[in-house]
C-alpha cells in the first residue's frame, strides 16, 4: 500500500467509525412523512433552530477530503457534462465567466457534526451550466466526478436549486486549493459530501447510484434538515 493509500484508508476507517456511532443511536423512527422545512442558510434560518440536530458551529473552515489535493490551475482547470443530455460539452474556466455571475451567502453542514454559517461564496449556478448541455426528459440524477477521484451522486431536482453553485472565489478571494479551487460544487441544503472539491464532470443519469461515500453507507440523499446522514432515506433521529 502505498503512503496516500494508506493515509486515505485511515480517513476512511475513521468516517466509518463515526457512521457506526451515529447508527448504534438510532431512535428507529420509521416515518418518511417529515414536515420539517429543508433550510437554505441564512435567509430562513430565524425560522427554525440555527442548525441541523447534531451539528456544532465551526467558525474555522476545516479541511475534509481523501488526503490528495489536486494541482489544477484556472487554464487547466475543465468540466464536462456528460451522460443524459443532448449534447456533451467540455467547459473551460473562461466559459464559467460568461455565464451569469452569482454572489450568495450560505452554509456548509459536514456529516462529521460541523456546520460553517455565512459563508460568502462567487460562482456560476449548476443550473445555468447543465441548461447549456440540455438535459433529456428522463435525466433524473447526477454524477459528479473530481480530479482527486472522488464522486457523489445528486439528484437533479437538488442540483438545479438556485444556491446550488460551481464557486471560485470565497470571501472575494480564489477558492483555495486545499477547499477545492479552482472550482467546487456547494450544496447548502444538502450535507457538504455532495459538493464536490475539484469538480471535472457531471454525468446525468436516468438510475440512482452510489458515490464514494454512498458505497460506503452514506445517504443517497443527505439532507441536514431532515437527519439524513447514512443509508437508506430520511428522517431516522440520530439524538
Ligand atoms: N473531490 C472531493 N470533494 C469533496 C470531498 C473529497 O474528499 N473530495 N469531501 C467532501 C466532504 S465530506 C466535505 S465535508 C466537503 C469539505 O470541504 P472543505 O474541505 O472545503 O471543508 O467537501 C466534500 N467534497
Ligand atoms: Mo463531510
New binding site residues.
Given amino acids: 500500500m502505498s503512503a496516500e493509500q494508506d493515509k486515505q484508508q485511515k480517513i476512511i476507517e475513521a468516517?466509518m467509525k463515526l457512521r457506526n456511532r451515529f447508527l448504534s443511536k438510532s431512535e428507529q423512527t420509521p416515518s418518511m412523512s417529515d414536515q420539517q422545512p429543508l433550510g437554505t442558510g441564512p435567509l430562513n434560518r430565524h425560522a427554525m433552530p440555527q442548525i441541523p440536530k447534531g451539528q456544532i458551529i465551526t467558525e474555522k473552515?476545516?479541511?475534509?477530503?481523501?488526503g490528495?489535493t489536486p494541482e489544477i490551475s484556472r487554464d487547466r482547470w475543465s468540466l464536462k457534462i456528460t451522460g443524459k443530455v443532448k449534447h456533451e460539452i467540455e467547459l473551460q474556466f473562461q466559459d464559467l465567466l460568461k455565464c451569469e455571475q452569482v454572489e450568495m451567502e450560505s452554509d456548509?453542514h459536514?456529516?462529521?457534526t460541523w456546520s460553517?454559517l455565512n459563508m460568502r461564496w462567487k460562482g456560476v449556478r449548476v443550473s445555468e451550466v447543465l441548461a447549456l448541455a440540455e438535459p433529456l426528459e428522463n435525466a433524473m440524477y447526477a454524477m459528479c466526478y473530481?480530479?482527486?477521484?472522488?464522486s457523489?451522486n445528486v439528484r437533479l431536482e437538488e442540483l438545479i436549486k438556485d444556491d446550488v453553485l460551481l464557486v471560485y472565489e470565497y470571501e472575494n478571494q480564489a477558492l483555495a486549493k486545499?477547499?477545492?479551487g479552482p472550482v467546487?460544487?456547494i450544496t447548502p441544503q444538502l450535507?457538504?459530501?455532495?459538493?464536490?472539491?475539484?469538480?471535472s464532470q457531471i454525468e446525468l443519469m436516468i438510475e440512482d447510484k452510489a458515490g464514494?461515500?454512498e458505497e460506503r453507507g452514506y445517504s443517497m440523499t443527505a439532507y441536514p434538515w431532515r437527519n439524513d446522514r447514512y443509508a437508506p432515506g430520511v428522517d431516522k433521529g440520530y439524538g
Avoid: N, Q
Avoid at 473552515?61 to 481523501?66: A, C, I, R
Fill in positions: 468516517r473552515w476545516p479541511v475534509l477530503d481523501l490528495i456548509f459536514c456529516v462529521t460553517k473530481a480530479y482527486d477521484g472522488y457523489t486545499e477547499h477545492g467546487r460544487m450535507y457538504a459530501w455532495k459538493g464536490s472539491k475539484w469538480i464514494f461515500w
